[in-house]
């Protein structure tokens, strides 16, 4: 059963970048037909799609953060990143790595990483 | 609209039929995924594909999706149901709906 792990810094000064890694195990990020996944959830809030990358490296992203974000992935490394510039504070969210399959159906997510913006 | 919406909270007492619903324009064209969401945890997946459950999801939870409205019921709800529900489609983008508080009281 794959897992998904992510990690990156806890806390982020406003105006810089956020990174993260998402570390894949239990298998491929090159299987064909998987959309690896960010997705965030603000304190006390719902949950807001931030973007996916395929192990071809094409991409797609949530409109409202497009101009921020990347999202790379390393099939070498079994890993996939996220890079979100120019934070601010309305960026404090635990942050989710994600796998979605067929239907964009997401059946295997990370634990969840905190990363607070302080100015 | 690109948005879904559900209710806020919906409380049940122990043993009755809890529903929550999911609301999007012409949502019944599309799929439906629902996740369960406890205190501290990422998201499980309850339903897909509308109507399907995941191998672990007791036969009590179920879907339905057509229209405009998909809805989420829980029957027998027990305690260990208390948690945030969330919907979830695609189309060109992926939308989650706001959540609702399921209690159990």
């Known amino acids: 059963q794959v897992q998904l792990q992510e990690s990156g810094p806890g806390q982020v000064k406003a105006s810089q970048t956020l990174s993260l890694n998402c570390s894949v195990s239990g298998g491929s990020i090159s299987s064909a037909g998987y959309y690896w996944s960010w997705i965030r959830q603000h304190p006390g809030k719902g949950l807001e799609w931030i973007g996916y990358i395929y192990y071809t490296g094409s991409t797609h992203f949530n409109p409202s953060l497009k101009s921020r974000v990347s999202i790379s992935v390393d099939t070498s490394q079994n890993h996939f990143s996220l890079k979100l510039i120019s934070v601010t504070a309305a960026d404090t969210a635990v942050y989710f790595c994600?796998?979605?399959?067929?239907?964009?159906?997401?059946?295997?997510w990370g634990q969840g990483t905190l990363v607070t913006v302080s100015s | 609209s690109d948005e879904l919406t559900q209710p806020p909270s919906v409380s049940v007492s122990p043993g009755q039929t809890a529903s929550i619903t999911c609301s999007g324009d012409k949502l019944g064209d599309k799929y439906v995924c629902w996740f369960q969401q406890k205190p501290g945890q990422p998201p499980v997946l309850v339903i897909y594909q509308d109507t399907k459950r995941p191998s672990g999801i007791p036969e009590r939870i179920s879907g339905s999706n057509s229209g405009n409205t998909a809805t989420l019921t829980i029957s027998g709800t027990q305690t260990v149901d208390e948690a945030d529900y969330y919907c979830?489609?695609?189309?060109?983008?992926?939308?989650f709906g706001g959540g609702t508080k399921l209690t159990v009281l």
């Open positions: 994600a796998r979605a399959g067929n239907a964009m159906v997401f059946n295997s």
């Open positions: 979830q489609t695609w189309d060109t983008t992926v939308m």
